[in-house]
């Protein structure tokens, strides 16, 4: 461990897989499962672990989102803003998304088609709502 964030040699580490559209929860879950697994391996068998120097330029961080993320311009893509109101739909904080026409609430998002896509990812069920982005649609709850 060192005093930094995401700085360090390795000792350990697993990658997850992510589902399209899964909910920042699950993902949390996940990474503490793994984690927990990851260090009784790390504690079982510490004198015989090689450290790994870290890569620090794929070393990264992202900040909690902030009031003012959860504002959507037009100019972003459909998935960009699928995965990340999945991701944060939970947390209650109602979506603005802007569009030429003005503004848009929203509570989550159910999917989204590119428009060269004849498929939607996700779900767009008759009670949500199809917003136009940047290279797609966008569809609300």
């Known amino acids: 461990m060192t005093e930094h964030l995401d700085a360090g040699a390795l000792v350990a580490q697993q990658a997850i897989a992510i589902v399209e559209g899964q909910r920042a929860s699950i993902i949390e879950r996940t990474c503490a499962r793994v984690g927990g697994r990851l260090l ?6 510490w004198p015989h672990l090689t450290p790994t120097p870290q890569d620090e330029s794929l070393a ?12 959507i311009p037009h100019t972003w893509s459909a998935a960009h803003a699928f995965f990340f109101m999945r991701g944060v739909a939970e947390w209650g904080v109602p979506f603005t998304i802007e569009t030429p026409h003005g503004p848009v609430h929203a509570h989550d ?5 590119l428009s060269q896509s004849q498929h939607p990812s996700g779900r767009s069920p008759a009670n949500t709502r199809a917003i136009p982005l940047a290279d797609g649609v966008l569809f609300i709850a």
């Open 40 to 45: 009784a391996h790390v504690v079982r068998t």
């Open 60 to 71: 990264t961080y992202e900040a909690w989102p902030q009031p003012d993320h959860f504002h």
């Open 109 to 113: 998002a159910t999917g989204y088609r």
